[in-house]
């Protein structure tokens, strides 16, 4: 089948099925054939591994994905695509797909399944509206991964890799951080999309870390910390953290261990590096 990430594919086969875009599913489809040649290179994916695919549209990216992996599992919310994708993905016999939403998926059975729970590849075009459960979800759930290799908007590609003391950096940076070394790989202009998002895209691979950069007792705890210590930007760590609903120190007790961590009591959040949110979160751990 000639690739979809030539344009006049793209619209002929759209053309072929009547099909109409969903704006609730986020569906902006790549027609830019270096930008998927860039994606796959990146990803580094060899003919071991297992890929999954999440939100496959009509098959661009999954085409690729199939030359080049064992075995890829997409994902498609959007059942108006399945005989699109049963079409595009004819000549492909290691693809299956999944008429599902991803964030109901239970990915670690699929790993189990379909490649003995050993850690796999995620690659995805996301679609924007969900691009942060989907990502914290597959962290937070333990899915053994090797890497994620995605399309987001640029702007949250910024705050995943984003380090202290800047305006971008935040619980995403942390969060992510704390899973995964983020590298953004290509910047994506909208012209290379159809139909045309309102604001440019960048590809970031996160490679997961064996075990995380820092080590914490709670891991729970810390989370809860660092949601805290953003939620109100503009007041001092010590103040988003005794008002913060999930948290019930008094500012005496977060004042000690701000102390015993070598941090002033009219610190903000976003100065601090995640090792020091770790001995933070170890300090007020032991009270
Ligand atoms: N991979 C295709 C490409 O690059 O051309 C399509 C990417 S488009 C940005 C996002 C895709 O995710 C759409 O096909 C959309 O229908 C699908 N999608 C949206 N929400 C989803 C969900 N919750 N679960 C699975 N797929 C979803």
């Keep these: ?15 072929k099925y009547n099909f109409r875009f969903q704006k609730k599913f986020g569906q902006n489809f790549l027609i830019d054939t270096h930008v998927l040649d860039k994606i796959i290179k990146e990803a580094g994916i060899t003919e071991e591994d297992m890929v999954l ?5 009509i098959g661009t990216m999954t085409q690729y994905l199939c030359e080049n992996a064992r075995t890829v599992v997409a994902v498609e919310i959007d059942e108006a ?11 492909y016999s290691n693809v299956s797909v999944l008429n599902e939403d991803i964030l109901k998926v239970d990915i670690n059975r699929l790993v189990e399944e379909k490649n003995n729970g050993n850690p796999i590849k995620v690659v995805a075009n996301l679609p924007y509206y969900i691009t942060t459960p989907i990502i914290m979800g597959l962290f937070e759930s333990k899915v053994p991964l090797e890497s994620i290799t995605i399309m987001v908007q640029k702007e949250v590609a910024d705050r995943m890799k984003a380090g ?10 942390l969060a992510v951080q704390y899973y995964a070394r983020p590298e953004i790989v290509a910047i994506v202009p909208p012209n290379c999309f159809m139909p045309r998002p309102n604001v440019s895209s960048a590809v970031i691979r996160l490679s997961r870390y064996q075990t995380p950069p820092v080590t914490v007792n709670n891991e729970e705890l810390l989370f809860k910390i660092i949601r805290a210590s953003f ?3 503009r007041k001092t760590l010590m103040n988003s953290l005794n008002n913060a609903s999930g ?4 500012k005496e007790q977060i004042g000690e261990a701000l102390a015993k961590t070598g941090q002033k009591e009219s610190v903000r959040g976003e100065a601090l590096t995640l090792e020091q949110f770790a001995k933070l979160a170890d300090e007020l751990n032991q009270l």
């Design 81 to 91: 695509l399945i005989p699109i994708l049963k079409e595009t993905l004819s000549g």
């Design 53 to 57: 695919e999440i939100g496959p549209g």
């Design 247 to 250: 948290l019930s120190y008094t």
């Design 1 to 15: 089948m000639a690739s979809l990430g030539i344009p006049k594919n793209t619209i002929e086969i759209l053309q």
């Design 164 to 173: 202290p003391g800047t305006k971008d950096y935040g619980a995403l940076s």
């Design 231 to 233: 939620n109100q930007r």
